[in-house]
């Protein structure tokens, strides 16, 4: 069905109130269309400060001046005092509120709450940064709000939609996974593949073992001193973790997408080299199988295009074929920045947008959706699937038991079955590392089964977004 929409904006703000829009309508089988005037043949929504003159019956959203200012001095709004939407047993906050309001219930401008939660604005204004210059999740609208719990984007959409067909007396149909209400893509993160480099030997022996960087006990350090000598005997934790993550969802009927490393630009990075006989057998076993093979760069290239492309284009090669899909290595973005690289480099997907040491609903949302290029105040072209949840976040938290990681993986995908939705879940190869991932095999089999019973449509990455239809 069409829908006709009416954005009276300056400029500062009208691409960025359309692209709001957008969100909001992206989870339905609806096309929109931006025009200047009233059309004749569907519905029509305008969005601005006054309705227009115009005796069409015409559903208005009425614009917050607040968002204007926001944008103008890069700043987030105060949530102080914020007032609450109950809807679908969640509260929604009410971002932006506008006076006196026509229809019941938007007593905010929508438009601008989901730009807000969900287009990046936030990391691109933020001067609060770690210490590997990412975005905080404590520095967020969502953590402050207490809403990273729940896609609060997927809400929104919703009530609007049921507000639409309410007002025009018409039935917009949602989008499906497959056919299935909700979808998940299963991603890995390959980060090393052996105890056996130098890189890793330090790591393990000098950082882990004497320096006790991870607060292990004194038989868990000793027990690191061992690793390479595991390795060189044949249980190589990271190579053995790629062989099971394959055979066990193969086993399971199941697919995902593997991220590989080709480059090294930071003391972060552990090289290893994919044009070696190992890699590329293991790669070409992944292809046959229907597995994806997405790019997972080097630290620096979130802010370099050029060691992008360069990274990149070696994966290509040893593939023999055009690669689709990135997620950066520790979670490396910068709104400013990042989107135009991938842009640059003919991405398509992306499952970056995660917080790395909290788990949970960074931007708001959990469904593929467009990014928003800062850099051109347009929207992109790089479709995103949100990261909800990440293995090391919960096994790098001592105060969490394996019961209540699982139970904590559990509710997050439960939560995206009941918003409709879909996200990315990452479990890296080194799962199988009885010290740093003790008991990790066995989640990551539950969790799989729990996505078979969950009636999940599960799949890599860009399976997940390419059947978002």
């Known amino acids: 069905m069409k829908i006709n929409i009416i954005v009276s904006a300056d400029d500062r703000i009208r691409q960025k109130i359309k692209y709001g829009l957008t969100l909001l ?21 305008f969005y601005g400060r006054q309705l227009p003159n ?41 971002l932006f509120p506008v006076p006196n309001p026509i229809n019941p219930g938007l007593d905010f401008d929508i438009a601008a709450a989901t730009f807000i939660l969900a287009s990046d604005f936030q990391d691109l204004v933020s001067l609060e940064r770690d210490e590997f210059d990412r975005f905080r999740a404590m520095d967020s609208l969502q953590h402050k709000l207490g809403v990273l719990d729940y896609p609060v984007v997927n809400y929104y959409s919703r009530f609007l939609r049921e507000k639409i067909e309410d007002y025009f007396k018409i039935t ?20 090393f593949i052996t105890f056996l480099s130098f890189k890793m030997v330090r790591r393990e022996m000098f950082g882990i073992a004497v320096l006790n960087r991870h607060q292990l006990g004194s038989a868990q350090r000793a027990e690191k001193l061992l ?45 290893y080299n994919v044009r070696s006989r190992g890699i590329r057998d293991f790669l070409l076993s992944l292809s046959e199988s229907g597995f994806e093979i997405g790019i997972h760069p080097s630290m620096k290239t979130y802010v370099d295009a050029r060691e992008f492309f360069r990274e990149k284009n070696r994966l290509q090669e040893v593939l023999g074929r055009h690669v689709d899909s990135v997620r950066q290595h520790y979670l490396r973005f910068t ?135």
């Open 25 to 45: 309508f992206y989870p339905l089988r609806a096309e929109i269309e931006f025009s200047k005037t009233m059309a004749t043949d569907c519905p029509n929504i």
């Open 54 to 94: 115009d005796s069409k019956r015409v559903m208005w959203i009425h614009a917050s001046d607040d968002f204007a200012r926001c944008v103008s001095g890069s700043t987030v709004p105060d949530v102080a005092g914020t007032s609450w939407l109950d809807y679908a047993g969640r509260k929604l906050p009410k």
């Open 172 to 191: 917009l149909e949602p989008r499906t996974f497959g056919g299935a209400n909700h979808g998940v893509a299963l991603t890995h993160d390959v980060d």
């Open 227 to 271: 690793f390479p000598l595991y390795a060189a005997f044949g249980r190589d934790f990271p190579k053995m973790g790629l062989h099971f993550i394959r055979d066990t969802e193969i086993a399971n009927g199941l697919r995902s997408t593997f991220f590989i490393k080709t480059g090294a630009t930071a003391k972060q990075d552990i090289p």
């Open 335 to 469: 709104a400013g920045k990042t989107v135009q690289i991938w842009e640059e480099s003919e991405m398509k997907y992306d499952s970056t947008l995660g917080f790395s040491r909290e788990v949970g609903f960074r931007n708001s949302i959990a469904f593929p959706y467009p990014l928003y290029n800062f850099a051109e105040d347009r929207v992109s072209p790089v479709i995103e699937l949100p990261l909800i949840l990440m293995d090391g976040t919960l096994a790098e938290n001592k105060t969490l038991s394996n019961v209540q990681a699982l139970a904590r993986m559990k509710e997050l995908l439960d939560e995206t079955r009941l918003a409709r939705g879909a996200a990315a879940i990452l479990f890296h190869n080194s799962l199988t590392d009885p010290i740093d991932f003790p008991g990790y095999s066995d989640i990551y089999k539950e969790i799989l089964g729990g996505v078979k019973q969950g009636g999940f449509f599960a799949s890599t990455l860009s399976g997940v977004i390419d059947n978002f239809r």
